[in-house]
């Protein structure tokens, strides 16, 4: 993302060991992402097999560099959601002013991955009691959001919420808005898989490889 230099140097320094061009070590050893498992092409008839829906967790680099890389999830597509405006450039929505989302559009397989736990996924990507913030990226266009496309989906993620609230895992409660799916927006073509193809960048490295980490999905090179 184009961040604020002083956001950068933030972020920057709280992560020098993840920022420092070169290999990235993890306990002592050299270490690298897992390969995503979204696959290249599927038939029309996977296709129809699929379920679809849009989940915002503040910067979509993050969330689709992670959930590439979850079992069951088919594809995720950058893009931009629940604005006052048709067709938003990059440059409007990080104005903050045009009620857009930062999401990913999520295509997975409910047999592989049952939406309840790609919710569960969801909750441990990122901080969903901050109000339109995510780190040192503020605004309404970073948002915990999940757009749900079904009733079935939308009871799912209100109970998913509820019990994620009273589990005690986060001290403050869940601010994540639960809203009917409205008109999909794809991000420009730099944004999709811009981890894969930007590993080494600055906010790749202070961001994206911690949540890797974290989440587990990392391996020994």
């Keep these: 993302m184009i961040r604020k230099a002083s956001r950068i140097t933030a972020i920057m320094l709280a992560s020098a ?12 050893k050299k270490v690298k992402p897992i390969a995503p498992v979204t696959p290249n092409k599927i038939s029309k008839e996977e296709s129809a097999k699929l379920e ?37 450039t990059y440059k ?14 999520v ?19 990122h901080d ?7 780190g040192a990226d503020e605004g309404t266009q ?10 079935e989906q939308k009871k799912a993620s209100e109970i998913s919420k509820t019990k994620k609230d009273k589990s005690g895992k986060f001290k403050n409660p869940i601010v994540t808005e639960i809203t009917k799916v409205s008109t999909f927006y794809p991000a420009e073509d730099y944004h999709q898989d811009y981890f894969e193809a930007n ?9 994206i490889w911690p949540k ?10």
Aim: a neutral charge; aromatic letters at 12%.
């Design 52 to 88: 679809t829906v849009d989940l915002g967790a503040g910067c979509f680099w993050c969330i689709e560099a992670v959930l590439e890389r979850i079992k069951g999830v088919q594809s995720v597509e950058s893009g931009y959601m629940g604005g006052i405006i048709q067709n938003p």
């Design 142 to 151: 970073y948002r915990s959001a999940i757009f749900y496309h079904s009733d």
């Design 107 to 125: 295509k997975f397989d409910p047999k592989a991955l049952p939406f309840p736990k790609l919710l569960e996924v969801f909750w441990e990507l």
């Design 92 to 105: 409007q929505i990080c104005t903050g002013t045009t009620g857009h989302a930062e999401i990913v559009r």
């Design 128 to 134: 969903p009691t901050t109000l339109n913030r995510q």
């Design 17 to 28: 060991a993840f920022v420092i061009a070169g290999p990235v070590f993890l306990g002592g």
């Design 199 to 207: 590993k080494n960048a600055p906010y790749c490295r202070a961001v």
């Design 212 to 221: 890797l980490a974290k989440l587990g999905l990392l391996k020994e090179e």
